[in-house]
């Protein structure tokens, strides 16, 4: 039953000391589709810094995580403010409404073409940049430059 799997999880999660270490694996649970259309859940025991970047499914109330070497974890429950707190001692940062980054992955932060308000971010180990909200540019101008990642 995935409502007591998520308890479960949720129990050894407050169980577990302050300062979250950054060696152990992020458990993920996300949906699949087998190959006779039915929905299944696979969980995933994800190294953080194999994280690229989070995404909101915007048909579905899920996440999409993007890993290094182009995997993609689709159909992920939670919300990017729920990630972002578990997880903001490892480098994750909101940069926009829809996603979260790691932000040992940005690469770059650059004002999109011809707008000069407007910044994206280019990622390491992803060919994909990320738009960022101008209320979350202050706090990721402000992290980068101290190197808190």
Known sequence: DD?????????????QPDGINPRKRIVVRHRITNHYDEHEWHTEFID?????????NKAANTLRLQLSGNQVLD????TIKDWEQKYAALGFLQIHRSHLVN????RSLK????E???????LKDSCHEMAVGPEYLPVLRERIHAGQF
């Open 111 to 114: 004002p999109r073409a011809g």
């Open 3 to 15: 409502d007591k799997v998520d308890e479960a999880l949720d129990w050894i999660r407050k169980k």
């Open 116 to 122: 000069n308000e407007v910044y994206k971010v280019a």
């Open 75 to 78: 159909g992920v429950n939670g």
């Open 48 to 56: 953080p810094a194999d994280i690229v970047f989070i995404a909101k």
């Open 103 to 106: 932000l040992k992955q940005v």
